[in-house]
């Protein structure tokens, strides 16, 4: 029995093995291709580990303007502004939102909970043009607010939906204790309630952070001015009528790549500790 058991384990150890390494090969073989020279890269005898290690496809990338007075350091920076006020405000509103539709009795409110899921299910590329409309009736065409409202709106419902089980998990009766205590309902949020949905809240902020990170149809339709653009659409720039610099579009998502790697480093402790670890502190 023992002995099955081990065997067992084994072979789940071997399939997890597996199934995680053709999901990292696709990040090697383009980690590997933005360090190959471009004999390499279009060589008819594909090298797995390139011969001749260079820098070059990031020093173009880097240095050079991917269009007359703005690099690539432009667009990752625009990227960074648009992910990051996503994620504020995504957070923010959704945890007010879960909050308030986990404690609270309301009109329609199993109603709203339904719509959570089926805004889910509408395909968002049947929103690009009413939301294209919309935006400019508001004038915020060609603003980089016009991405952060719209990747809001895509990352609420599931961050709503999320949270309200977070909150829902807490027990009312530590609540009831600090208002017993003396503490405020600001004081309560902020000492109970918001350290033990932080793990649920840094889950939807790594939702939040990669949607409007990757996101590139709605940034090219609501953008107009070149130097605006998000890193998606600089993308598009390395892809030519008669052919593409690979190098430099392997380089390119490499760097795209990263921010997403240190963000998830940065928050994973927290999104694995456990929901109640603020609970047992005194």
Do not use: C
């Not at 404690?103 to 939301?131: C, D, G, K, N, W």
């Amino acid at each position: 029995m023992k002995r099955a058991a081990v065997v067992k384990r084994v072979a789940l150890n071997g399939a997890g093995l597996l199934v995680a390494l053709f999901a990292a090969f696709p990040v090697y073989w383009m980690i590997s291709t933005s360090l190959k020279p471009n004999r390499e890269i279009f060589s008819t005898t594909p090298r797995p580990v390139p011969a001749n290690p260079t820098l070059e496809h990031y020093r173009e990338i880097l240095t050079g303007d991917l269009i007359p007075g703005v690099t690539f350091v432009d667009f990752f920076l625009n990227s960074v502004l648009v992910a990051a006020a996503t994620v504020l405000l995504s957070g923010l509103v959704a945890l007010l939102a879960a909050t308030a539709v986990a404690r609270f009795r309301f009109r329609l409110r199993t109603s709203f909970l339904i719509m959570l899921l089926v805004v889910q299910m509408i395909p968002l590329e049947a929103l690009v043009i009413p939301l294209f409309l919309m935006i400019q009736r508001l004038g915020l065409y060609n603003t980089l607010p016009s991405l952060i409202l719209t990747y809001l709106g895509f990352s609420l419902p599931f961050a709503v939906w999320m949270l309200r089980g977070f909150v829902a998990a807490v027990p009312k009766e530590l609540e009831e204790a600090a208002a017993i205590d003396g503490a405020s309902r600001a004081q309560t949020f902020r000492r109970i309630l918001f350290p033990l949905v932080a793990p649920g809240l840094v889950a939807t902020s790594i939702f939040s952070f990669i949607t409007a990170w990757n996101e590139l149809i709605f940034a090219l339709t609501f953008i107009n001015d070149q130097d605006r653009y998000t890193l998606p659409v600089a993308m598009t720039f390395f892809f030519g009528r008669d052919d593409t610099a690979w190098g430099s579009v392997m380089a390119a998502s490499t760097l795209l790549t990263v921010p997403v790697i240190i963000f998830f480093v940065l928050v994973q402790r927290r999104m694995v500790s456990g929901l109640v670890a603020g609970a047992v502190k005194g």
